[in-house]
């Protein structure tokens, strides 16, 4: 006669989540503060991109591993997010739809585990409205900061995206001599050193007296070439 052995039930497991906004920034106080809260190091999931929404790689990950019973610690409420509405609704549906509690560690009266009654459940409520609020209102605050900081370096000439292209020294003289039909743009562009390609995108432009292809004034055309062409 065979034996079943009796069928294990799934012990509850604490999971970990740390989030940096760009690539450049360190993880390591949150993964300590994660380690130190008894988190596996190999449940702790990360991310480094933007918390504007939970289009993110390691929470996805991290929200296919969590089931029923299992505890989600965060360092910070802004780890989790900076979007009011999607924090909210993230909130209560791994509380409430999932049944995964949630603790955040440097504040502890968001902790979702243990006794939950109805009192603690709008205290809890409450808080995590004015933080999550906070948390938006400071990430529109970092945005307006960077257009007004752009826009003051743009007052005092500072140039943003690619940098000026220097056209050889000769290239006028080449392009007079094209515009003239006395060299082909061929033989021109190999006189200047560019590609026939590149001469012929600078060549247009300087015709037309514009900035270059990238938009960054190159030399300026004379006043006697602009009238020969």
Known sequence: M????????????????????????NLDRQLDALKSAGIEESRIFCDRKSGKDFNRPGWTKLERRLRKGDALVIPSLDRLGRNYVEILEKWRHLTKNREV??????????NTGGAYGLVMRFIVELVLRVLAFVAECERKHIRERQ??????A?????????PRVELPPRFEFWAEKTAAREVRQTDAARECGMSPTTFRRYYQAWKRGLPDPHGYPSQT?????RQKV
Do not use: H, N, W
């Open 154 to 162: 743009k007052r005092r000439g500072v140039r943003f995206g690619r």
């Open 101 to 110: 509690s949630i603790r955040v560690l440097d504040m502890p009266v968001l």
């Open 2 to 25: 065979k034996l079943f052995s009796p069928k294990r039930t799934r012990q509850p497991a604490a999971y970990g989540y740390a989030r940096v906004s760009s690539a450049g920034q």
């Open 221 to 225: 055309p004379s006043k006697t070439s």
């Open 147 to 152: 257009k007004a900081g752009i826009e003051a």
